[in-house]
């Protein structure tokens, strides 16, 4: 019985020393699971296949957050930039997921949380779609 906390330890201390490189999902209709907190999304660089895209996200934090993906950048630099789906509000402990279907097209994508002023305080990341 004590090997098992040593292998926990282990695993953790393995699992801590992965740094924020990108997150692969491989799956052609994939579910991205978000942990959100204070000005934190993670994993923040994610690269997925073309096709369906199921946003699940999680608040580890204290206050409120979302998830909203938006297009990178505007093709006109004074508009908004275009939102394709966005989360409910997850309160501290909630999980939610987006609002509707979201399929996206290859290109790149900005995720976010678009509450209050979270995305400038760096709570926001990168959402690669590559072809089939």
Not at 102 to 114: A, F, N
């Amino acid at each position: 019985m004590r090997k098992l906390p040593a292998l926990l330890t282990l695993g953790a201390l393995a699992f801590a020393g992965c740094g924020s490189g990108p997150s692969y999902v491989r799956d052609q209709d994939a579910t991205l699971r978000l942990t959100l907190d204070e000005y934190r999304l993670r994993p923040e660089n994610i690269t997925v296949r073309a096709g369906r895209v199921h946003l699940v996200a999680r608040n580890v934090g204290r206050l409120t957050h979302n998830v909203a993906v938006e297009e990178w950048e505007p093709a006109d630099e004074d508009a908004e930039p275009r939102e394709y789906a966005r989360t409910d509000t997850a309160h501290p402990g909630e999980t939610v997921s987006e609002r509707g279907e979201l399929r996206l097209k290859p290109g790149k994508y900005r995720i976010l949380c678009t509450i209050g002023n979270h995305d400038d305080l760096g709570q926001y990341g990168e959402l690669k779609v590559t072809a089939k």
